[in-house]
Every structure is written in C-alpha cells, then in structure tokens.
C-alpha cells in the first residue's frame, strides 16, 4: 500500500513505527520545515519538504505529483483535515472528502446540523449572513456575544463582548465569510474524547475543564480533569456525532453544562490536543491516534474493549501559556510544591535558559509549564489544578 502523511503533529505523540508496518508499505511523509525535526527518524519512509508558504493542498500536490497514487492520505491535525480531504479528491483517493470535513471544520456548519437533530445550540449568525440581511430582520439576543473564527481552533482569534452591537463593531474589516457571532451561555465545559467505529462508540472518555481555551488564549493557566462518563452523556454524544457525520476515527466533542441540560459547544474529527491522547490511554487503554491510523491503513481500530475507569482513578492535565508574557525566555514561580505533590504525574516546566512559543499553543515542549494528574478521582484533581493556577506564576525572564 502506498500511504501519503500530512505531517504536522510530532511523532512522539503519534509514534508511526508502532502503527504502521514501514516495510510492508511504502510511505511518503510530506512536511513543513518547521516540523521537520518532528518526523520519525528510525522508519523506512519517503520524506519531501513543502515550503509551507501558500495553500498546503497544492503544495502537497505538488511535492507528491511524479509518485504513484496513494491508497490512503493521513493527516491527525485539525488544520490538514481539509486539505488531505482537498488532495483525496484531486487524486481519486478513497477517503473523507471536503463535503464529509467541512461540517467538523467550519462552526456555524456544526451548529447547523446539530440543531437540526433537535439537540440545542448557542445561537448565532455568519457575518455574512448579516451583512447581505438589514439588521432589523436578524434575530438576535442580549447580552454576552462571542466573536470567532469559523474554521479556528485553540480559540484563537476568539473574543468576546457585552453584546451583539460590540462584537459587531469588533468585526470592523474582518472578513465576513470567515467569522461569525454567537450567544454567549455561561456554565462548566466539558470535552467528551474518543473512537467511532462503524458508527459504534468503541471507547469514550469525558472531562471537565477548569478555566477555559479563551481563558489561556488571554493568559490564563488551562487543564482538565476526566469525570464519571454517564448514560446521559454518552447518548448525547453519540447524538452529536451522527448529525455531525462523524462514523469513523477519534472526535474531541465540546459542551457547556447549562442549567438546563447539555448545549452543543462544537466537535472536531481528531483526538484532542494538551495531554488529552495520554490522560485518555491512562483511562481507557486506548491510545487515540495509533487507532485513527489504523482504521485509515488496515479499515479498523484494532480496539477490543477500552477499559472502563474507575471513579477514584481518573486522570487530568494542566498547561501554562507563554505566548502572552512578551518574552521568549521565562522563570515560573511558586511550583516548587505542587512539583513533588504525589497526585502528580508528570511535570515539564522550561528552565529560564529554554525558549518558549511565542503563540497559541498547548504542547509541553513549547509553554512555560505543563503535566499531567492522577490518579484520583475528579474532585480531588480539580482542587490540585484550582490551587495550582491561584499560586503559581509565569514572568518573563527580562
């Protein structure tokens, strides 16, 4: 089999060697310089550079065009889902296509299908449908409105208002094919993670999160901690994949904890980031990505049953951003006592001598301080997080 890689995601958080036979198959990795360093080393494979500078779908095409067509295209990041879709269809390659991506791409898609399921959604409206509609035939709310990209991730670009005339206003040029407004609900997040097969959930996990992806996107520490997965829950996410589409692979559902009952947050066709992949194989067994790949390579996930948690024996992560302090060196301050606390894991924290990155993101190799919890269970771990983010700190270094 002839297997093309998107390459984004480090291989030491997908471990290619161990998923996919690099003997029996032949396998092209194509790969932004930047990620170059992330690619498996000890594997017989094709490697090609793209410069990483125009759309990733022609530059791929480009980088393959004089090799055999693949069988299969992968890609586990968010932001290749829609280009290997894009490439699949320029090749003939059999596969998820833009029309099967584009409902776990793009925000105001996924709220409309999950809407139509008859499961609730915050509401909301595309730009562009307010710009090509007066402003007195739009239904809209009071209160709180979130400004966000449609096809982003990590909230960046994410702001939120008083209301909907200031996120308006806030739009000012931005384009208005590429963003949209949305009722602002107040209420505990929780992520759901795991594996469709066939359209059968085979392993799922929830958690809650302690602060928020807008929260860490302004500076603010960010974890999860894993909660009793419940019949209530897991119906409602299998609600959520079937109107999204999603019957095959790993899924990173997103809901807010209303009063009143679930509301459809948003959902991604991928394993979520931070330290999701590693609390989830803590919990259950499976590791996210090694089953994604092989249901793309062999047609299945090789899963047989995921272990079921116990309640005193669940797992969560915690991340401190970096990306706002305005330096690329830092010096974290008032973690000496929760590093040695024995309800920790795992702790990665830079040395003041050890850059960190300069935007948006959740990997422990590039962020001040990160690691993993466990195992307790949920309230326990969710105190930790809370007074960890209350005591420790992030400076830059000068």
Not at 41 to 50: K, L, S
Not at 119 to 130: A, C, G
Not at 171 to 188: K, M, N, R, T, V
Not at 271 to 294: C, E, K, M, N
Request: glycine residues 10%.
């Amino acid at each position: 089999m002839h297997i093309l890689v998107l390459h984004r995601v480090p291989d030491s958080l997908i471990c290619y060697g161990a998923c996919i036979d690099h003997k029996k198959h032949e396998v092209t990795y194509v790969s932004v310089p930047s990620r170059w360093s992330t690619l498996p080393a000890d594997v017989r494979a094709r490697r090609i550079q793209r410069p990483g500078e125009g759309e990733a779908s022609t530059e791929v095409l480009s980088a393959v065009g004089d090799l055999p067509k693949p069988d299969t295209v992968i890609a586990l990041s968010e932001y290749d889902l829609l280009p290997a879709a894009q490439v699949r269809e320029k090749l003939g390659v059999p596969g998820d296509t833009v029309r099967d991506v584009l409902p776990s791409r793009d925000k105001a898609v996924m709220k409309s299908a999950i809407a139509s399921s008859g499961l609730r959604v915050p509401r909301f409206h595309k730009l562009s449908d307010i710009s090509t509609t007066p402003r007195s035939g739009v239904n809209f709310w009071t209160g709180p409105t979130v400004l966000k990209p449609l096809a982003g991730a990590s909230s960046e670009g994410v702001t939120l208002h008083p209301s909907v005339a200031d996120a308006l206003e806030a739009a000012g040029s931005a384009d208005p094919g590429e963003f949209e407004i949305e009722e602002f609900l107040d209420g505990p997040i929780i992520h759901v993670d795991g594996v469709m097969e066939g359209g059968a959930l085979v392993a799922v996990q929830a958690s809650r999160y302690i602060g928020t992806c807008l929260g860490y996107a302004q500076g603010q520490p960010f974890g999860s901690v894993q909660i009793e997965t419940d019949s209530r829950v897991i119906e409602w996410t299998h609600h959520c994949l079937r109107a999204i589409g999603i019957n095959n692979g790993p899924f990173h559902l997103e809901g807010i904890e209303a009063t009143d009952g679930l509301v459809f947050l948003e959902v991604g066709a991928r394993f979520g980031g931070a330290d999701v992949v590693d609390t989830f194989a803590l919990a259950t067994g499976v590791h996210l990505p090694s089953a994604q790949i092989r249901l793309l390579v062999e047609g299945r996930t090789g899963i047989q049953e995921a272990r079921i948690p116990d309640r005193d024996a669940l797992y969560g992560w915690f991340v401190f951003p970096g990306h706002h302090i305005g330096s690329q060196y830092c010096i974290v301050k008032g973690g000496d006592r929760f590093r040695e606390d024995p309800l920790v894991r795992r702790w990665v924290q830079r040395a003041t001598d050890e850059p960190v990155k300069p935007t948006v993101t959740y990997a422990d190799s590039d962020v001040p301080l990160a690691g993993v919890v466990g195992p307790a269970p949920a309230p326990e771990l969710e105190t930790l997080l809370t007074s960890m983010f209350a005591s420790i700190t992030v400076e830059p270094l000068w």
